[in-house]
């Protein structure tokens, strides 16, 4: 298993308005299992990790709440967008 395997198979919702105590218990033991799982091994380890990783999702949600909004990509905005073109094309030499 590769550390990014998890993204290909992670659930199609991220919900960036609220933090829940079942977010936090997931992302703590999928650190825990990325990185090393005989850190389970503690009895208070949920309890120690988790206001370091509410941080760290708060933080990521800040991050996907200020992403630019979303190109639609077709023959029409191809054309109709400048951006659109300019991300995408290749500089000609």
Do not use: C, Y
């Not at 590769?2 to 999928?30: C, N, P, Y």
Request: net charge positive; glycine share 4%.
């Amino acid at each position: 298993m590769g550390i990014l395997d998890w993204f290909k198979h992670r659930a199609g919702h991220f919900d960036t308005d609220r933090l829940s105590e079942e977010m936090v218990r997931w992302a703590v033991d999928k650190a825990v299992e990325l990185t090393n799982p005989r850190l389970k091994l503690p009895p208070n380890l949920h309890k120690r990790l988790a206001p370091s990783v509410e941080t760290t999702i708060r933080f990521l949600q800040g991050l996907v709440k200020s992403l630019p909004a979303v190109r639609r990509m077709s023959t029409g905005t191809w054309s109709a967008d400048a951006a659109l073109r300019a991300f995408l094309s290749r500089r000609r030499t």
